[in-house]
């Protein structure tokens, strides 16, 4: 049961707000991203949201034990400052009261990436091409295999469901924004498999970490990139057209891939064969 609060102790020197929760004083700078909301509560008397703006204002030091930090409207991870795009998107989810989990699973993942280009790309791309991030930061794709189950390209790597697929070395790439190239696996959106698919080809729904992209492509509107790296999580159903989780529609599509598994893909069945699955 939730203690209703009655009254926050404060004060205001113009610039700075000092509170007084939890045993503790808070001060809150003009320039920090939740400080309008917490004097609106204020005037409005809504004490339990002031005490909640403060708890999100220190969520994600708490959430990424100590990783990731925010201070005024900037993210520090291990107490560099990041400038990123999903940073962006860190900070207006965490105002608007959506989860933002998912989205520091990617970013620490993303900066893994040894490749500044991919870094600073990854998520423009991501968020621009309707590619899902699941709960664990990881991207969800599409690829086109043959109806036998191996890949397009070679014909000799079998994607079942389960498999992780992998190069032997991650390539250094030349021809970064090409979208044709010989070096990494090919994955996209709905837009790339509508204009690659054969008839009696499969679509297999993937799990790319961020850390093995290897390519964005630049001239190619098909919304595919290249990676050294996947995982084969399961079998398109329908169409993968709207994200698990998108700020546009203020979260009520959620991180946890189990809510909209039984609309993607079928899943195998301890007999090794594909059953759907049903949404948790």
Known sequence: ????????????????????????????????????????????????????????????????????????????YKGKVV???????????????????PLLAFLEKLLKNPD??????????????????????????????????????SGQIKNKVGAIIKMRNRPKIKDYGVACSSAGFHLGNQNYINGFKND??????????????????????EGKMRVCRYRVVGIQQDKLNKPIYSIQNRGKSTSKIQALASTLYNLRDKFGRFKKSKAK
């Open 83 to 101: 400038h990123n795009y999903v940073c962006n998107k860190i900070i207006e989810c965490l105002q608007q009261g959506l989860p933002i989990e």
């Open 200 to 221: 009696g080809d499969n679509v297999i729904v993937v799990s790319a970490d961020p850390q093995d992209i290897i390519s964005l492509p630049s001239d190619s509107n």
């Open 1 to 76: 049961m939730t203690t209703k609060i009655n009254y926050v102790p404060w004060s205001s020197t113009g610039s700075t707000l000092t509170l007084f929760v939890g045993n503790r004083t808070h001060s809150i700078h003009n320039s920090d991203i939740l400080y309008l909301q917490i004097i609106q509560a204020l005037r409005e008397k809504r004490y339990g949201d002031v005490v909640q703006f403060i708890d999100k204002s220190s969520c994600i030091k708490s959430l990424s034990k100590g990783r990731f930090e925010i201070k005024g409207c900037e993210v520090f």
């Open 116 to 153: 500044q280009r991919c870094i600073e790309a990854a998520y423009q791309f991501v968020s621009s091409e309707n590619l899902p991030i699941d709960q664990n930061g990881n991207i969800l794709a599409l690829k086109c295999v043959q109806s036998n189950w191996m890949d397009r390209f």
